[in-house]
T-cell receptor, first 116, second 113 residues
Framework: AQSVTQLDSHVSVSEGTPVLLRCNYS??????LFWYVQHPNKGPQLLLK??????LVKGINGFEAEFKKSETSFHLTKPSAHMSDAAEYFC??????????????FGQGTELSVKP | DAGVIQSPRHEVTEMGQEVTLRCKPI?????LFWYRQTMMRGLELLIY????????DSGMPEDRFSAKMPNASFSTLKIQPSEPRDSAVYFC???????????FGPGTRLTVT
């Protein structure tokens, strides 16, 4: 079975400092992995996705993530946090795309706080 | 493009009442998903449809929950009878067959008293 584990339920950074949100995955084959962001009272929005192409994936708003098979990790980073980055972030895996309809399995989420 | 549309945005009802949540997916999208989000359980997939046909309803909590998709532009999630533990935010999402990206609606916040 496929699953993701987000290692931190809450991360707090100061504006202008780097962001690191950690995610480990479990999969019996090369998975498709995503990061979604959810702002208050909104639905989740795709931030970036990895689908077995380049291991370093760039997303919106300056975020990027690196797929490391040897470490089964897919950590999300950003060089410099902005106040508008404060939100809930979800690491997501999808089972075999062609057999499961591309349904998403969400991690428990990491709440990112950004201090002025 | 208006995105995924959900109604109502908020619903407050008493235990035992029937609740119907509505979703209009993005035009041209072949898949439709219903999710539930709670503090305790996070985001859970309830059911999904492909070309209006239910494919996997293994996430539906119990027989009180039912979902339909009578046509490509409309789906409902019904709870009958509702219970306080059904209180949650319910999201609808859709995607094209050739894409992995799901587009989420703004959600319906359900409170059952």
């Amino acid at each position: 079975a496929q699953s993701v584990t987000q290692l931190d339920s809450h991360v707090s950074v100061s504006e202008g400092t780097p962001v690191l949100l950690r995610c480990n995955y479990s999969s019996s084959y090369s998975p498709s992995l995503f990061w979604y962001v959810q702002h208050p009272n909104k639905g989740p929005q795709l931030l970036l996705k990895y689908t077995s192409a380049a291991t370093l994936v760039k997303g919106i708003n300056g975020f990027e993530a690196e797929f490391k098979k040897s470490e089964t990790s897919f950590h999300l980073t950003k060089p410099s946090a902005h106040m508008s980055d404060a939100a809930e972030y979800f690491c997501v895996v999808t089972p075999s795309f062609y057999n499961q309809g591309g349904k998403l399995i969400f991690g428990q989420g990491t709440e990112l706080s950004v201090k002025p | 493009d208006a995105g995924v549309i959900q109604s109502p945005r908020h619903e407050v009802t008493e235990m035992g009442q029937e609740v119907t949540l509505r979703c209009k997916p993005i035009s041209g999208h072949d898949y439709l998903f219903w999710y539930r989000q709670t503090m305790m359980r996070g985001l859970e997939l309830l059911i999904y449809f492909n070309n209006n046909v239910p494919i996997d309803d293994s996430g539906m909590p119990e027989d009180r929950f039912s979902a339909k998709m009578p046509n490509a532009s409309f789906s409902t999630l019904k709870i009958q009878p509702s219970e306080p533990r059904d209180s949650a935010v319910y999201f609808c999402a859709s995607r094209r067959a050739v894409s992995t990206e799901q587009y989420f609606g703004p959600g319906t916040r359900l409170t059952v008293t």
